[in-house]
C-alpha cells in the first residue's frame, strides 16, 4: 500500500457523460500528480498540483480539468466522455516537486 | 516541453542474463529521473532513481547511470529472475516540475 488512495476503483458510464475521480495523496505529500494508461500504453502526464496551486500541464484536454483542495485531495473531473477516454487514471504524490512520487492504484474507467 | 524516449519497447531475456533499458530526454535543464515498475494490473512502483549531480547509482541487481551531456541514462537489471518480468518505465523531471514518462519497456524473462 503506497499510502495514496483512489476512488472509485472501477467506473462505468456512457459516452457524453461527467465523472470525477478522486485521490487523496499520501500524509505530509504537498504534491499531486494526475496520469492516463490507456490500454498497453505509457503513462501520459495530464497535471500537477502543489499545496493547492496547478504547477505543470501536460497533454491534458479541455473537456478535463482538476483542482486541489485545500485539505491537499485533487479530483479529476472529465467531461463529454467519449470512448476514447477508456483508461487506466492514476494519481501520485510526492513530499516536494523533484521527489519519489507514489501512486495510488489507479481509476480503471470505461465509456461505453 | 520535455520529452522522453524509451528503447527497447520489449525485452526478452533469459534467467540468469542482464536487461538493459535506455531512455533519452529533451530537456537539459531535467535534474531527476526516477525507474518504475509496473507489474500487471498493479500500480507503477518506484525502484531506483537517479539526480542530475550523480552518474551512478546501484542498489543490489539494479543500477542506474547518467550521462547528462549525451541526455541519456539507462537501467541495467543483473542476474535476471522471473519475478523482474514486468513493464518497466523511466521518467524525467524538468525544470517546470513536469514528470514525463517514457513509452514503457515489457520486460519478460525466460525460465
Known amino acids: 500500500d503506497s499510502g495514496v488512495t483512489q476512488t472509485p476503483k472501477h467506473l462505468i458510464t456512457a459516452t457524453g457523460q461527467r465523472v470525477t475521480l478522486r485521490c487523496s495523496p499520501r500524509s505530509g505529500d504537498l504534491s499531486v500528480y494526475w496520469y492516463q494508461q490507456s490500454l498497453d500504453q505509457g503513462l501520459q502526464f495530464l497535471i500537477q498540483y502543489y499545496n493547492g496551486e496547478e504547477r505543470a500541464k501536460g497533454n491534458i484536454l479541455e473537456r478535463f480539468s482538476a483542482q486541489q483542495f485545500p485539505d491537499l485531495h485533487s479530483e479529476l473531473n472529465l467531461s463529454s466522455l467519449e470512448l476514447g477516454d477508456s483508461a487506466l487514471y492514476f494519481c501520485?504524490?510526492?513530499?516536494?516537486?523533484?521527489?519519489?512520487?507514489?501512486f495510488g492504484q489507479g481509476t480503471r474507467l470505461t465509456v461505453v | 516541453g520535455e520529452n522522453v524516449e524509451q528503447h527497447p519497447s520489449t525485452l526478452s531475456v533469459q534467467e540468469g542474463d542482464s536487461a538493459v533499458i535506455k531512455c533519452t530526454y529533451s530537456?537539459?535543464?531535467?535534474?531527476?529521473f526516477p525507474w518504475y515498475k509496473q507489474e500487471l494490473g498493479k500500480r507503477p512502483q518506484l525502484i531506483i532513481d537517479?539526480?542530475?549531480?550523480?552518474g551512478e547509482k546501484k542498489d543490489q541487481r539494479i543500477a542506474v547511470t547518467l550521462n547528462k551531456t549525451a541526455k541519456h541514462f539507462s537501467l541495467h537489471i543483473t542476474e535476471t529472475q522471473p519475478e523482474d518480468s514486468a513493464v518497466y518505465f523511466c521518467?524525467?523531471?524538468?525544470?517546470?516540475?513536469?514528470?514525463?514518462f517514457g513509452a514503457g519497456t515489457t520486460v519478460t524473462v525466460r525460465a
Open positions: 501520485a504524490s510526492s513530499v516536494e516537486m523533484g521527489t519519489e512520487a507514489f
Open positions: 521518467a524525467a523531471l524538468n525544470n517546470d516540475y513536469k514528470l514525463s
Open positions: 537517479i539526480r542530475s549531480n550523480v
Open positions: 530537456d537539459s535543464a531535467s535534474n531527476y
